[in-house]
Every structure is written in C-alpha cells, then in structure tokens.
C-alpha cells in the first residue's frame, strides 16, 4: 500500500498541473488534510531542478493561507463545535489556563509546529480557539513554513537523488533534532 501511495506521488509529481496540485495539498494540509506536502514537492524538484524555488514558494504560500483557513476554523467554529465539549465536561477554567498558556508561547509553538513533522493543521487550529494575535501567527508561520520548504526544496536542488533516500530515511529523525535546537534557542534566548 506504502508504494503505491508513492507510485502516484510521483506521477502527481510529473503532471502538467503539479504545481496547482502542489499549492492545493499544501493549503489543505494546514487546515485539514493528513497528507504533507513535502511528499510531492521533494520529487518535483528532483524531476525539475530549475523550479525549486518556485514549488518552494508556492508550497509556503499555499500553505501559509491554509494555515490562515486553519486559524479561521478555530476562531469561528470553535463556538459551534468545541465550545459545547468544553462546556459538558466543565473544563472552563482548564481551557482558560490552557488558552493564556499558548498565547504566552504562541510564537514559538507555531513556529516549531510549522517546520516540524507535527500536524501543523492542530495549531493553525489552536491558535484561532485561543485567540493568538493574528499577526504574530502570520509572522510565525511564515518564518516556519517558508524555512521548511525551502530546506526540503534546496536539499535535492543541491545533491540530488542521494539526498532524497536519506531524506526519506531520516526526516522525522531531522525534523526533531532541529525543532529541539530550535526550542532550545528560543529558551535560551528568554531566559538570559
């Protein structure tokens, strides 16, 4: 099932229209859809080397205004959906402190969540229920978003095929090491 689901990433990769394709999974995935993008664009700029800042862009663009679909979810359906959850279990106060905690450090969450393998679409979400500074999400996903696809577009650009299976063997296993560095530096920052 694993290879086929590969199999027609890669013809995805090779259509006329991939680049729309790309700039559609790209925007789903930060609202809704399970699937990265990473997996078409990392064939994509194999098959065309000379495009990979363009599928970048497009890839962070896409997937900065899903990321804002995301936030508007959170914001204006919440009432519809989460508040009536929150209200059963009587976890007001919980969601409250809950709430003040992610704004604190929303910044940061956003943008570990947006380069890292985690669902970035549970934070774009997070950050509408909890009312993060719209700007600053923005900001943070941009940063984030932009850093990881332009990573994952300028390794194969620059080292072709082998970078793909290592990259494929490795990502989450990378993605972790530079989210830790990452926190790490945003800790030592605001505490020194």
């Given at each position: 099932?694993?290879?086929?689901?590969?199999?027609?990433?890669?013809?995805?990769?090779?259509?006329?229209?991939a680049l729309w394709i790309l700039a559609?999974?790209?925007?789903?995935?930060?609202?809704?859809?399970?699937?990265?993008?990473?997996?078409?664009?990392?064939?994509?700029?194999?098959?065309?080397?000379?495009?990979?800042?363009?599928?970048?862009?497009?890839?962070?663009?896409?997937?900065?205004?899903?990321?804002?679909?995301?936030?508007?979810?959170?914001?204006?359906?919440?009432?519809?959906?989460?508040?009536?959850?929150?209200?059963?279990?009587?976890?007001?106060?919980?969601?409250?402190?809950?709430?003040?905690?992610?704004?604190?450090?929303?910044?940061?969450?956003?943008?570990?969540?947006?380069?890292?393998?985690?669902?970035?679409?549970?934070?774009?979400?997070?950050?509408?229920v909890t009312n993060l500074d719209i700007?600053?999400?923005?900001?943070?996903?941009?940063?984030?978003?932009?850093?990881?696809?332009?990573?994952?577009?300028?390794?194969?650009?620059?080292?072709?095929?082998?970078?793909?299976?290592?990259?494929?063997?490795?990502?989450?296993?990378?993605?972790?090491?530079?989210?830790?560095?990452?926190?790490?530096?945003?800790?030592?920052?605001?505490?020194?």
């Amino acid at each position: 099932m694993l290879r086929k689901l590969y199999d027609t990433t890669i013809t995805l990769a090779e259509h006329p229209k991939a680049l729309w394709i790309l700039a559609i999974v790209s925007f789903a995935e930060s609202s809704f859809f399970p699937i990265p993008p990473d997996v078409l664009l990392l064939p994509m700029v194999l098959a065309a080397p000379t495009k990979a800042w363009r599928y970048a862009l497009v890839c962070s663009v896409s997937s900065i205004l899903g990321g804002i679909f995301g936030y508007i979810i959170g914001a204006y359906f919440f009432d519809i959906v989460g508040q009536p959850i929150v209200d059963f279990y009587h976890l007001q106060s919980q969601f409250e402190s809950f709430s003040a905690l992610y704004n604190d450090h929303g910044a940061a969450i956003v943008a570990v969540a947006g380069f890292s393998p985690i669902p970035y679409k549970v934070f774009t979400i997070a950050s509408g229920v909890t009312n993060l500074d719209i700007a600053t999400f923005i900001i943070a996903s941009a940063l984030s978003r932009s850093a990881r696809f332009f990573l994952v577009a300028a390794l194969p650009w620059k080292f072709g095929e082998p970078i793909r299976e290592f990259i494929e063997n490795h990502l989450g296993k990378l993605t972790l090491i530079f989210s830790i560095l990452l926190v790490g530096a945003y800790l030592l920052l605001k505490y020194i």
